[in-house]
T-cell receptor
Framework: DVKVTQSSRYLVKRTGEKVFLECVQD?????MFWYRQDPGLGLRLIYF???????EKGDIPEGYSVSREKKERFSLILESASTNQTSMYLC?????????????FGEGSRLTVL | DQQVKQNSPSLSVQEGRISILNCDYT??????FLWYKKYPAEGPTFLIS?????DKNEDGRFTVFLNKSAKHLSLHIVPSQPGDSAVYFC???????????FGTGTSLTVIP
């Protein structure tokens, strides 16, 4: 079974703190993604990576950065957390071709910024 | 610009009846269309997908229909069960294989 593991299910941080969200996948997927999900807005792409050390901005990259030093690991960094970054963060991974086209998700990290 | 749209934010259905969730897309450069189910505080769970070269795919109670001329897909759940109550997202994968576009979701409530 494909497994996408996010480091923390729930986090509470203060405004201005630096926040790291880590994600590991075990299926040798080329692509990894970070989304945030907010009610009524669906899933919005923050960043994605199609290879080690490669990254592409998604729809809402402002206030975020990412790191992919190893193929299996993709980290999301909030340099200075703000209250409007309170959200559910979802990591996902996929192959570029083949299979059923599926994007595999982790269980999510619920971040609250006070 | 939203490339994948779910125009119904919510849907209520009686247990045992059919649930039909709809999705429209604007771009033809997609190779797969997918449906996900999401419970609160959990990650989305993959339900079913369909290749752009097909018009129907079935898996148990779930069937996805793709109408390429109308750029429309739908998910049918028969029979609906209370455990199906969740938010359903449709998604499309670009032909490059490394981008996915999601709708805003439809909240399904199955009434016992």
């Amino acid at each position: 079974d494909v497994k996408v593991t996010q480091s923390s299910r729930y986090l509470v941080k203060r405004t201005g703190e630096k926040v790291f969200l880590e994600c590991v996948q075990d299926m040798d997927h080329e692509n990894m993604f970070w989304y945030r999900q907010d009610p009524g807005l669906g899933l919005r792409l923050i960043y994605f990576s199609y290879d080690v050390k490669m990254k592409e901005k998604g729809d809402i990259p402002e206030g975020y950065s990412v790191s992919r030093e190893k193929k299996e690991r993709f980290s999301l960094i909030l340099e200075s957390a703000s209250t409007n970054q309170t959200s559910m963060y979802l990591c996902a991974s996929s192959w570029t071709s083949g299979g059923t086209g599926e994007l595999f998700f982790g269980e999510g990290s619920r971040l609250t910024v006070l | 610009d939203q490339q994948v749209k779910q125009n119904s934010p919510s849907l209520s259905v009686q247990e045992g009846r059919i649930s039909i969730l709809n999705c429209d897309y604007t771009n033809s450069m997609f190779d797969y269309f997918l449906w996900y189910k999401k419970y609160p505080a959990e990650g989305p769970t993959f339900l079913i997908s369909i290749s752009s070269i097909k018009d129907k795919n079935e898996d148990g109670r779930f069937t996805v229909f793709l109408n390429k001329s109308a750029k429309h897909l739908s998910l049918h759940i028969v029979p609906s069960q209370p455990g199906d109550s969740a938010v359903y997202f449709c998604a499309a994968r670009s032909v490059t294989g490394n981008q996915f576009y999601f709708g805003t979701g439809t909240s399904l409530t199955v009434i016992p």
